[in-house]
């Protein structure tokens, strides 16, 4: 909960928004963050174009052996969960890829747990899980054709894809 708070103050204070908002149920710490009519995005002052922008992520990228979401995505993906939920009848497949490195099956399952951390925001945000499917590739769909660590770290991502909008 602390690297959402955290990325949801950088991104509002790097745009120059001065966001407030009251909650219910407690907030943050509530049981029932993420569900519901608890549901608070952050952002949701934000002007339509940039929303637009953070829509247009869809791409995010990790860090070696990771599948840790970074901070400055979840805002985008924060977005696209707005959108879904906005859309019932939209669904996103969520890819999940590795670099070169490792076995197979090792990429895969790392690939996997990737696509499971993006889904598992859009969850958190009330998404239906009936609206997220994933899928791995591990290595098998590189983005970026190469050996050294600017190529690497190219491919150590998470897309959504939109299936029905």
Not at 33 to 55: A, R
Not at 135 to 152: I, T
């Amino acid at each position: 909960m602390v690297k959402i708070l955290k990325a949801a103050l950088f991104v509002a204070l790097s745009v120059g928004l001065v966001a407030c908002s009251t909650k219910k149920n407690g907030g943050m710490g509530s049981d029932n963050y993420g569900v519901g009519d608890s549901v608070q995005f952050y952002g949701t002052n934000l002007s339509p174009q940039q929303e637009k922008d953070l829509l247009a992520k869809r791409t995010y990228h990790f860090g070696y052996d990771s599948f840790d979401v970074n901070d400055e995505d979840t805002l985008s993906i924060y977005a696209h969960a707005k959108r879904l939920l906005n859309s019932p009848r939209s669904k996103v497949r969520v890819e999940g890829h590795t670099d070169e490195r490792g076995s197979r099956e090792y990429n895969v399952a790392l690939g996997e747990r990737r696509a499971q951390a993006v889904a598992n925001v859009l969850m958190l945000k009330g998404v239906p899980q009936e609206q997220i499917s994933i899928v791995s590739y591990g290595r098998e769909k590189p983005a970026v054709h190469g050996h050294d660590e600017s190529a690497w770290s190219q491919n150590r991502r998470a897309v959504i894809v939109y299936e029905v909008e």
